[in-house]
Nanobody
Framework: QVQLVGSGGGLVQAGGSLRLSCAAS????????MGWYRQTSGKQRELVAV???????NYADSVKGRFTISRDNAKNTVYLQMNSLKPEDTAVYYC???????????????WGQGTQVTVSS
């Protein structure tokens, strides 16, 4: 019903920057909170940043001041600008959306396919 497609990952040196994008498509009635999570091998997926429909944001302490989350509601797209990257930021990054599909009164959690971010020291 709703698909999320993320892009923008890659390999970057420590101190560099990357910008992730994630676009939602499909039978969308409304998208509420959108966010980014990350996961490394053997660890649980953790929150990186989330943003509500009206633009309120919340960040993990480890990325505050370095990462910025934003969204374009007209394009159903969420972005993550990552600056001053560190090797410990290396992970698979997943976008997430709390959305209501058309034709339903229910909200569901949707996940993108994940994009690899690798920061070399």
């Amino acid at each position: 019903q709703v698909q999320l497609v993320g892009s923008g990952g890659g390999l970057v040196q420590a101190g560099g920057s990357l910008r992730l994008s994630c676009a939602a498509s499909g039978r969308i009635f409304s998208i509420y909170t959108m966010g980014w999570y990350r996961q490394t091998s053997g660890k649980q997926r953790e929150l990186v940043a989330v943003i509500t429909r009206d633009g309120s944001t919340n960040y993990a302490d480890s990325v505050k001041g370095r990462f910025t989350i934003s969204r374009d509601n007209a394009k159903n797209t969420v972005y993550l600008q990552m600056n001053s990257l560190k090797p410990e930021d290396t992970a698979v990054y997943y976008c997430n959306a709390d959305a209501r599909p058309r034709g339903t009164y229910s909200r569901y959690d949707y996940w993108g396919q994940g994009t690899q971010v690798t920061v070399s020291s």
